[in-house]
């Protein structure tokens, strides 16, 4: 019993500190906090999804995207809305708005299309897609790629980069911008003071010849709890002006039902990042008013959880987020929590056996 309880005890969850540095990271990661300290930052590989209890991003501190989207190459660059080579100038790519239309070398002259819009709130987070290129070998800009952050609180004073890269020039002709990125935020609880950026990229400008400005991006952002959302950026890059630049993207603010137990806190759900606790769950011995009446632990809720009200309060077991139990921090886990315990474990035998 003491070997599987000291399992317990020092199996502590995992932790992400970016202090100082800059890590690339792509897929998804799973962590209880990520830190981002000391003008840290990550840049994202293509797609990003970080799943957290926790994920703190500090002032000074960064997560670049630009240009890890969908890629751009002649005569064909990548994605759903690819801005469409051009003889003098290629198009926009596209994204939450559409990409500009390029113009020709005579500065006056419609040249290739800009790609068409396809990101919704409704769709599935995606990449921009990149600008066209053009018949002498300018290539339009990439894509900015995807961020997915799902953590019970977000705090985010940094700021955060997806846009979409600048249309290239070559031998006086020019390449479309790429389109801005994806960014989601789903979370209990959002405080945020920094940015989130998914611009359209410019297209490139040789001359009078002038790429098509990539669209703005698509930035989501939802939340259970009143808080404060992020500023959002999400303009299309510039072209030559008027239909040659990109359009503006799809920024969206949003209400959730973060834990899925059917009530937002809005509609009376008071631990709305708990799963197993709102208005008419069983209340148990966990520090916290889990059927929202008001009360934190009332009637004999220490039966319900085996928590015994014994032991002294520093070497307590607590339920972690309803899921499991945890070794309590004041004990320091390890050997030394469990010296600490060994005098009341021997009372306890000694009156069981009495």
């Known amino acids: 019993m003491l070997t599987l309880l000291a399992l317990l005890c020092t199996a502590q969850a995992e932790d992400l500190v970016i202090d100082n540095e800059t890590v690339v990271l792509g897929g998804v990661i799973e962590y209880d906090t990520v830190l981002v300290m000391n003008s840290g930052g990550i840049v994202v590989d293509g797609s990003l999804t970080i799943k957290a209890d926790k994920f703190i991003l500090q002032d000074s501190c960064t997560i670049y995207g630009t240009g890890k989207g969908y890629q751009a190459a002649n005569p064909e660059s990548g994605g759903p809305g690819p801005g469409i080579f051009g003889s003098d100038s290629g198009g926009g790519g596209a994204h939450g708005g559409n990409g500009g239309r390029g113009i020709r070398s005579d500065g006056v002259t419609a040249d290739a299309f800009g790609g068409e819009a396809y990101g919704t709130v409704e769709q599935a987070l995606d990449s921009g897609s990149a600008g066209g290129g053009s018949a002498a070998g300018a290539i339009g800009g990439h894509g900015g790629g995807v961020l997915i952050i799902e953590a019970a609180k977000i705090q985010l004073d940094g700021v955060v980069h997806l846009n979409g890269e600048g249309g290239s020039v070559n031998g006086g002709l020019a390449g479309g911008g790429g389109a801005g990125g994806g960014i989601l935020l789903l979370t209990d609880e959002l405080v945020c003071s920094g940015v989130l950026n998914a611009r359209g990229g410019p ?50 603010i949003g209400e959730i039902d973060f834990d899925g137990d059917g009530l937002t806190y809005a509609e009376g759900d008071c631990q709305s990042g708990i799963a197993t606790a709102g208005p008419g769950a069983e209340e148990i011995c966990n520090g916290i008013d889990d059927n929202c009446d008001g009360e934190v632990d009332e009637g004999d809720c220490a039966m319900d959880t085996g928590v015994d009200p014994t032991v002294p309060a520093d070497l307590q077991w607590k339920l972690a987020g309803g899921t499991g139990w945890r070794c309590d921090s004041a004990a320091g886990g390890g050997l030394a929590g469990w010296l600490l315990l060994l005098p009341w474990i021997f009372r306890r035998r000694a009156t069981n056996r009495a």
């Open 203 to 252: 297209g490139g400008k040789s001359g009078t010849a002038i790429g098509g400005g990539g669209g703005g991006g698509v930035i989501l952002q939802y939340h259970d709890r009143p808080g404060r959302p992020c500023a959002v950026h999400v303009e299309g890059g510039a072209g030559g002006g008027t239909w040659s630049d990109g359009n503006l993207g799809t920024e969206y």
